[in-house]
């Protein structure tokens, strides 16, 4: 049994990366961040909300790299709150996602995929670094821990190799590398960005000694509940160059089943994500997610 002073630095561990002041991604900057959605609150949040509140799942999966051991955690959240984090500073949060934030949204358009998937990546990252931070600050010895210390460094560099190529190609409007598709689902009350990475890939390639400082093997996901036309708008692509089978093949099952079970499937691989409350008080609804998830985990993932 582990004595009171290591779960005391345990939790002070995960209090200071939980607190500290974290750098804009934008390359180059120094600014401090603000806090950024990964999805606008309006009028994607607001419109699965009650009472203005919607549910944020926290899934740790046993996974001893994100500095908690508990399974699932719901936080009831406002929706302001809702899928917020530090990732750049006001000036360049503003600049790089103006054509999604502002006026109408093309979703016939790549530009639009390539900035939801950029934010979703970018949150991904922020994880990576919090989970770093951890390790750093816990002043916890021994070959397990320099281990996991050593292995988040490099998939944050991994994380910056990908995010500074997407920038790129955002910005030079090079899109032909990517394939995307933006499709109408059944609506269902989710919504959420995020970059499904593949695990065991980054694990290989690090624990293999080849250490190359690439890009990310990664499916990118955006949920947009669209209220008005009553369905769920799901984005999901990749890019050609890195993509592995399982994320291709994933890919191609969900352009082929576009029902509440794909949906499951969907959120099941995603870790930044909301619901409506109402959703959560049915414990029907938590039992298939926590089976799903971890058959998911047991497969080896994507």
Request: proline share 3%; net charge negative.
């Amino acid at each position: 049994m582990l004595n009171p002073d290591f779960w005391d630095s345990f939790g002070k561990a995960r209090d200071k990366a939980r607190k500290n002041h974290y750098k804009c991604l934008y390359p180059g900057c120094s600014k401090t961040t603000c806090d950024c959605h990964l999805v606008q609150q309006h009028p994607f949040v607001a419109s699965i909300a009650e009472d203005g509140m919607v549910y944020q799942i926290k899934d740790n999966e046993i996974d001893p790299r994100s500095g908690d051991f508990s399974d699932l955690k719901e936080n009831l959240l406002p929706v302001k709150q809702a899928l917020i984090m530090p990732l750049f500073c006001s000036d360049h949060d503003n600049s790089i996602f103006k054509d999604i934030e502002y006026g109408d949204i093309d979703f016939e358009s790549a530009n639009t995929f390539l900035l939801f998937s950029y934010r979703g990546l970018a949150g991904q990252r922020f994880l990576e670094e919090k989970r770093q931070l951890f390790y750093q600050n816990s002043g916890f010895e021994g070959w397990a821990f320099d281990i996991q210390r050593e292995y988040s460094k490099h998939v944050i560099e991994r994380f910056d190799c990908t995010l500074n190529q997407m920038l790129q190609d955002i910005q030079n409007k090079s899109y032909g590398e990517y394939e995307f598709c933006a499709i109408d689902f059944p609506l269902l009350v989710f919504c959420g960005s995020d970059a499904v990475v593949d695990e065991d890939e980054m694990a290989y390639s690090y624990e293999g000694g080849n250490r190359e400082i690439r890009p990310l093997n990664a499916l990118f996901i955006t949920l947009l509940p669209m209220a008005e036309s009553n369905k769920l708008k799901v984005i999901i692509g990749y890019h050609k160059g890195y993509v592995g089978a399982k994320q291709k093949a994933f890919y191609q099952h969900v352009l082929k089943h576009r029902d509440a079970k794909t949906t499951m499937d969907l959120i099941c691989r995603m870790k930044n994500w909301c619901c409506s409350p109402s959703l959560i008080k049915n414990n029907d609804f938590l039992t298939q997610y926590e089976v799903v998830r971890n058959e998911i985990i047991w497969n080896g993932g994507c």
